[in-house]
């Protein structure tokens, strides 16, 4: 099994940056999809961005594009979220997760296998 742990959340004014990290363990972490998702107050969890095991792929989900960037460091067994230019609307509870195989990348949520419990996220106005 895997275990995902989730770090760096906090409180952010708009416009501000944040770096969440997610820790994995095991020794296959390099195999895995790795994606992050959020979920805000009254709203359904979103896909929110993920890359492929070698980091040579990656997807976005588009209210985030071009202000999030995820990357993994395989030797260090970790992936990470750049949030710039932070939102109000940003605000919600961040997950990672990772996934056995291939599909999660481009189709989400239920291709993943392996979920932690998340970091919350406060951007305020």
């Known amino acids: 099994q895997v275990q995902l742990v989730e770090s760096g959340g906090g409180l952010v004014q708009a416009g501000g940056s944040l770096r969440l990290s997610c820790a994995a363990s095991?020794?296959?972490?390099?195999?895995?999809?790795m994606g992050w998702f959020r979920q805000a107050p009254r709203k359904e969890r979103e896909y929110i961005a993920g890359i492929s095991g070698s980091g040579g792929s990656t997807y976005y989900r588009d209210s985030v594009k071009g202000r999030f960037t995820i990357s993994r460091d395989n030797a260090k067994n970790t992936v990470y979220l750049q949030m710039n230019s932070l939102k109000p609307e940003d605000t919600a509870v961040y997950s990672c997760a990772a996934e056995r195989g291939t599909q999660g990348l481009q189709l989400g949520g239920p291709w993943y296998d392996y979920w932690g419990q998340g970091t919350q996220v406060t951007v305020s106005s």
């Open positions: 095991g020794r296959t972490f390099s195999s895995y999809v």
